[in-house]
Every structure is written in C-alpha cells, then in structure tokens.
C-alpha cells in the first residue's frame, strides 16, 4: 500500500548484488500491487524469479517504458542513468520519477522528477524501507522549506500555470511570496516548514512573488468572450464575481493552484447531449470567470444518474457525479425555485439545490450518502457547522442546432473535494530510541501526509517527520476527539499517521481507533487501515534488564482512569495467585498514588518477599534508568508515569544483576 501510489514502475538493474536489492523493495509488505511494478534485467541475468528480461539495448527499452511509468528506480551508475534519459527528459511537469541506488544500497538519489513526479516521496519511502539515505538536492528539501509546487497535492488541487520556477525560486531564496488564498482549507499553512518559510499570508509591500488559490480564472481583459449561443437567464440577476486577477500586478511572478470546490449543479431535458452540457458550462465558466480546474464534480437529481451526455461528460473529464433523491432536492431553499420543475418531477429546483447540496457535504468520499445521512448533513449545515454558497445562480443553457436544454448553477464549498481515498496508519513507534521503531513503522510515518501523537512521542520521532507533514500534536486526556480528527482527515482523502509510543494496540491509539470508526458505521473498507506493530515497553524494558519474560507473563495497567479498580484488583489478584511475570503498565502518576500500593501489597500476599522486580523508566531513551530489586523493597523505588514494572514469578532470579525467568531447559 505504502508505494502503490508510485504505480507502474519499473526497478531496473543489470547485475545480481543491484537485482537483490530491487527484489527486496518488491516484497509483499512494500504493497506495490502485483503486476504494476517490474524488475527489469539484461539477458544475461535471464532466469532469476520476479524478474523480466529486456531484450533490446537498455537505451532502447528505457524509451519504450518512458511515457507510461509513473517512476523508475536504477540500480546503476548515475552517469550511465543520466545518459539514458536525457534524450527523453521532457518537463518537471510530465515526466516520471527517476530514483537511483547504489549496488549496496547505502543511497537513494532522487535524480529528476523530485517534486511533481513523486521522486523525492519516493527517494525517502525506499530509503526508509532499505535503510539507505535519501540524496535530495532539490533546494527546498535541503532547507527543509514547504515545496510550493506540492504544497496542494495531498488536497487534491490542480496546479495551474504560472511562473513555478521563479516562485519556488523566491521561496527558497527567503523573499517574502505573498499567498492569496480565496478557496479550499488553510489546513496546509500548519505543515512542517511553512512556519519558518516566507511565506506571508498578508500583503507586504516587498513580495516579488504571488502564490494564488483560487476558483476564479482571469481572462486577458481585451478579448472577452461572446457567447454564440442562444442563452436565456433567469429573473435573478446573475451574481458578478469580483474582478481580482494577474494584470493588477504584472511585475510579480504569479502561480496559480485550484482546489476543487466548486460544484455544478445539472438540469437538464432527457437525451441532451454531452457537447450540449459541455458548452453550458464552458460558457458559465467563461462569463463568470470561474476556472474549470476548480471544478469537484457534477451534482444532479438521482433519475438523472443513467443520463447518458451527463454519464459521459463526468467520465471524460473525471469527475465525479452526485445525484440526489426529489425528496432531499425539494426541501433545500433556493434562489429560483420553478413550479413547473416541481410539476415535472417532484422538486421545484434540480440544479441549485443539487450544487448546494453537494457543497455542503463535508465527506468527500465517494461514498453514496443514504437519505437520512443527508438529512443529518443538512441539519448539521443549518447550524453552520459546513458551509456551501450558492455562486451563480441558475443558468439555462441551448446551443443552436442542437436538442435538449440545460440547466447550470454553481456552488462553492468550504473545504475542497480531495477525489482521493483516505487511509489511516495505526503506527507503533517503539519505546522512543529511533533504532527501535521497524523499519515498516519509519517508511509509514515517511509516506503520509498527517500525523498526530502525543508531543513527547512525535518529539522523540521528529527526525522521521517530512517537510510538507501536517502534524498534529494531541493533549493527554483529548484522545477520543484526536481519533475523530484522524477519521475526519482520512474520510477527507488524506493518509493520516496515527502513533503511540511502543505497540500502537497496546493500550495505545489504535483500538481507540477503531472503536471510533465502529462507531461511525465504518464499512471495513473506507477508509482503509493499515496496523504497524511496535516494540511494546515490556519488551523493551525486559531487554535492558535479561530474560524475565521466558515463562508466562502478562500485562495489567493500573490506571483506573478507564477501568474500574475493582476490575484491576481482580486482576492483580488473578495474576499474582497464578504466578504470573507480570508487567505493571502506569504504575503511578502525580495524583494517581496508591494504586501501585496495593499492587504490590497484593503480590505479596502470593510470592515470595524476595521475588525479582525490575523497575524500568524511559526504557530506550536518554533518561532511561534502571533498578533491579525485590518485591519487599518495591515501595522504595522511585516510580512515575514514564516506568513499567516486571514483577518476576516465583522462580525468576537475579543473577549478578541479570533477571533470569527460567524456562525449563536446565532441570
Ligand atoms: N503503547 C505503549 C503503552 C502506553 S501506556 C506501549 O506499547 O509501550 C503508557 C505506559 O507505558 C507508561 O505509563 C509506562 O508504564 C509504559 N511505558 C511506555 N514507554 C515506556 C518506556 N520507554 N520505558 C518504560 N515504560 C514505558
């Protein structure tokens, strides 16, 4: 799953230390789907499993591969990498990812493509996995500043045209750009890097540079568009659109990126054709200088949904089409409502009250929403919890010669349809030391575009986190509404990172997790999970200490903020009488003091005075500290919120400061 998005791609190399290396990035767990990656080998190399022979010259065959790979990983010399495709470089916008390694994977080059092709994602996800460095020499990567031609990507924006170049150029140089932003969340203005970039969200009197994000579209002002076409408008005065475009500051280099929020709400006679539908919202779109590229999707009532011109337009241009009952249609209040609508099929508005109704829907998944999931979303609308504003009123629309008639209305949402499915990584980051966390682990939290922990764990992380990231750190006690925003986020399109520390199902944010989404009727699909276990701190702990969990152990946390301490107590009853090595998990907090008291009061009621405790804190970390003592003597021993307590069985031992649980192999 990790590196499907890279998908096709092809991993080529010529001898057999460069193909083991490939073959390792292609096994299961990397979820590049079969068949959509492939090693490619000389034939020479013939015979070897998982790999594919090219026959012609490797010049050849790169060219033959080049336009449909969305990237390529060399196990080559650069040099040898760079004469390949140089003939076949085209621009930073279209071509592939082109990843070089080295034959012992110590390196990952992100040769061309960083940006737009995905290469330098890609360059970090395959180093992580191969523990290699990822060579980045594009220059925001190196000052570690936001990319402002991938600064929409997660958002599922559309870059427009404009200056790229000189604009990332400025960033990187430290001018202040100035950021337009008319459309689409603000959500990315929190992403690693864009704090300490200069950008600046307020005009200042130096900026050389623009960023706009917008859903206008600007027309040179000499050649205004005439429509041909016979249009009709409705008795509203159609709604102008402020003029704000390029020309008003034509020194500064200017980009442009269009979040998709606008929605076009569809009428129209039973046969009209595609081209028909097509013209009626070009013409829209030109007269109100609206921009195609911000286009969401199409919005229609639901016996519209076999339409064939509307089926065919969304399928051609991508877009997605939302189509809604009569009975959901009819109770949206809109700026033209028309009785003859209402008496041909049941609702006095199709278009309007279709692109509102759109707009205001706050998941932008495709999932279909039954009737009484609307009717909530409408209630939630009304109390302003999600916005859709009605931008351009009905339109009606017939192009001369040909049948049918149409009728357009666009509508703005707040947040941008993302057309991009979602998933949630449930990550174990181990007991803090970074060499601890699996390699698995590190490649996820690479390959996301959000993560939320606690702040003491995304600190311990942070040289794992990217420029781009959004991370959001999340207060203790504020764990179920961090599980919402991960749900929210991921139903939204985006790959979100969910971490604890140690095993993420181990009394961690995973269950909660999924408990969460349970809650909200979760299909088991969308959005997609995926669990990455962790080094849990009994483990951890254990090792710094010797072998104590060589025989039966279990775990009982002994915070009653959750469970009943009657429950914990029967518990540590249960596990004491059944000599059990048992791991205390939240021993003691600041107000919490008695509960490791009675604990041990419990323990000593079936084990030996002498039995051997460990008592471990910051297993792995800088202040870790460590005490091996006896059960009698416990209560002396410093204790607080970041310690594990191993309680030995009766016959774990301490052996010159070892902690030996004995398994049964000598007597
Ligand atoms: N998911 C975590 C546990 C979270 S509960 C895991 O699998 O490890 C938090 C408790 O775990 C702490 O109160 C402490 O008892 C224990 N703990 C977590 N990390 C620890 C570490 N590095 N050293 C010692 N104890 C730790």
């Not at 999707?297 to 016996?303: L, N, P, Q, S, W």
């Not at 699996?438 to 575009?449: G, H, R, W």
Request: glycine content about 8%; charged content about 20%; aromatic content about 6%.
């Amino acid at each position: 799953m990790l590196l499907a998005e890279f998908a096709p791609l092809a991993l080529i190399a010529i001898a057999s230390t460069g193909i083991n290396k490939l073959q390792s990035l292609c096994v299961s767990s990397s979820g590049i789907p079969k068949d959509s990656a492939t090693i490619w080998v000389p034939e020479s190399c013939a015979g070897i499993t998982g790999t594919q022979v090219y026959n012609t010259s490797l010049k050849k065959h790169v060219a033959s591969l080049w336009y449909n790979q969305k990237a390529f990983v060399f196990c080559l010399a650069t040099g040898a990498v760079v004469r390949l495709i140089a003939p076949l470089l085209g621009n930073k916008s279209s071509d592939p990812a082109v990843l070089v390694i080295d034959e012992k994977g110590q390196f990952v080059i992100s040769l061309c493509g960083g940006h737009q092709g995905g290469g330098d994602r890609l360059a970090q996800l395959i180093a992580t996995k191969i523990g290699a460095t990822p060579i980045l020499t594009g220059a925001s990567a190196s000052l570690e500043l936001p990319a402002v031609d991938m600064l929409g990507v997660p958002f599922g924006w559309c870059r427009g045209k404009g200056d790229w170049t000189a604009v990332s150029a400025s960033v990187v140089r430290g001018e202040p750009v100035q950021v337009v932003q008319e459309a689409g969340s603000t959500i990315w203005r929190t992403a690693k890097g864009v704090e300490k970039s200069s950008l600046c969200f307020e005009e200042t009197v130096d900026t050389t540079a623009k960023i706009w994000i917008t859903y206008k579209s600007f027309t040179d002002k000499n050649s205004t568009h005439k429509p041909s076409t016979h249009k009709s408008s409705t008795q509203n005065s159609p709604f102008k659109l402020k003029d704000q475009n390029y020309t008003e500051q034509p020194e500064k280099s200017i980009v442009t990126w269009y979040p998709k929020v606008l929605w076009v709400g569809i009428g129209c006679e039973r046969g009209t054709p595609r081209k028909v539908i097509e013209a009626a919202i070009k013409n829209t779109f030109q007269e109100y200088q609206l921009a195609k590229d911000a286009i969401a999707g199409i919005a229609t009532i639901d016996i519209k949904s076999d339409e064939v011109g509307l089926v065919e337009l969304c399928a051609n241009n991508n877009l997605p089409l939302r189509t809604f009952s009569r009975e959901i249609l009819k109770n949206i209040s809109v700026p033209n409502p028309s009785q003859i609508v209402a008496k041909e099929v049941g609702t006095p508005s199709v278009a309007e009250a279709a692109a509102l109704l759109a707009a205001l829907i706050p998941s932008h998944t495709d999932k279909e929403l039954t009737d009484k999931e609307l009717t909530e979303e409408i209630l939630n609308s009304s109390q302003g919890k999600t916005k859709g504003e009605m931008l351009i009123p009905k339109q009606i629309f017939r192009l001369e010669g040909q049948p049918g008639a149409v009728t357009v209305a666009v509508t703005k949402s707040e947040r941008e349809y993302t057309g991009r499915k979602g998933k949630i990584l449930l990550v174990g980051t181990g007991p803090g030391e970074l060499q601890q966390i699996t390699p698995a682990a590190k490649t996820a939290i690479a390959s996301v575009d959000a993560v939320i922990g606690y702040g003491l764990y995304l600190d311990l992380i942070s040289p794992l986190l990217r420029t781009g990231q959004i991370i959001e750190a999340l207060p203790i006690t504020k764990e179920r509404q961090r599980a919402q925003r991960a749900i929210e986020l991921a139903n939204w399109g985006l790959s979100v990172a969910v971490v604890s520390s140690g095993d993420c199902g181990i009394y961690g944010m995973a269950g909660l997790v999924l408990e969460e989404l349970q809650v909200c009727g979760w299909d088991g699909k969308t959005p997609g999970i995926e669990i990455f276990p962790g080094i849990t701190a009994l483990q951890a702990a254990a090792s710094r200490v010797g072998t104590p969990l060589m025989h039966d152990f279990c775990a009982i946390s002994l915070s009653d903020l959750l469970t009943p301490w009657e429950v914990i107590e029967k518990r540590l009853q249960a596990a004491a009488a059944a000599d059990f090595v048992t791991a205390l998990y939240n021993p003691k907090s600041k107000t919490r003091t008695e509960q490791l008291t009675i604990a041990t009061n419990i323990f000593l009621q079936h084990r030996n005075p002498n039995t051997t405790v460990a008592v471990v804190r910051s297993a792995y970390r800088e202040d870790e500290q460590i005490t091996i003592t006896t059960l009698d003597k416990l209560l002396d021993v410093s204790v607080d919120m970041l310690t594990i307590v191993l309680i030995g069985n009766q016959s774990t031992r301490n052996y010159c400061e070892w902690m030996i649980t004995p398994r049964g192999y000598i007597n």
